[in-house]
């Protein structure tokens, strides 16, 4: 797919009025089919989880499946040879961006063992800055995988979003990644 149909439906995406999940549910999951006045039609997700909505719009023919009791939501692509997962956690103070950074290196070593050339980015996500690391893992003696991972802060909580496939398919998915990170919109849920 090409990159101007991401920018297209990213600048979409951040044109829509915010709307109200309804339901008594601890999660709501649920897609819309957005029409915009240009550029083709794509589909929105829209996840609430307690009360916090997040937006996003996955790559055309990707899978999304959502996880309440992991508070994980997974992408995979068709070939199922790059993904994005969602990893969602409240109750969190908000602290710096530099704290964010240590915690998330912190945890990224600890989760994947093996990890090498751990290299700092810095990423727009939802209109703000965030601190990510990109790494590789032996995956076993023959495979090689490459991860990028950045988290945002929101009022009570944080997501981490973890980018993943082999690392010979890594520079094609780069630009999937980018556009996807571009889509996302965090807002708390309409009561």
């Avoid at 979409?12 to 009025?17: E, G, H, R």
């Avoid at 089919?33 to 916090?52: A, D, H, I, K, S």
């Avoid at 719009?57 to 999304?64: A, E, I, L």
Wanted: aromatic residues 10%.
């Amino acid at each position: 797919m090409k990159p101007n149909y991401w920018i297209g439906a990213a600048l979409a995406l951040a044109l829509l009025p915010a709307q109200a999940s309804t339901g008594d549910s601890a999660y709501l999951f649920r897609t819309e089919r957005v029409n915009p006045l240009e550029g083709p039609p794509f589909t929105l997700y829209r996840l609430r989880v307690e009360q916090v909505e997040f937006l996003f719009v996955p790559p055309p023919g990707w899978s999304v499946k959502y996880d309440p009791d992991k508070k994980t939501a997974t992408l995979l692509a068709p070939d199922l040879d790059g993904g994005v997962t969602l990893n969602i956690e409240f109750g969190e103070e908000e602290t710096s961006a530099a704290t964010h950074g240590e915690d998330l290196k912190s945890r990224i070593l600890s989760r994947h063992k093996g990890a090498r050339r751990l290299r700092e980015y810095r990423r727009p996500v939802a209109g703000v800055e965030c601190v990510g690391y990109e790494f590789d893992r032996p995956v076993d003696n023959d495979l090689l995988a490459s991860f990028r991972v950045v988290q945002l802060a929101f009022s009570g909580g944080k997501v981490e979003f973890e980018m993943n496939s082999s690392s010979r398919t890594f520079a094609g998915f780069d630009p999937l990644f980018s556009v996807f990170l571009s889509s996302v919109r965090i807002q708390r849920a309409a009561q």
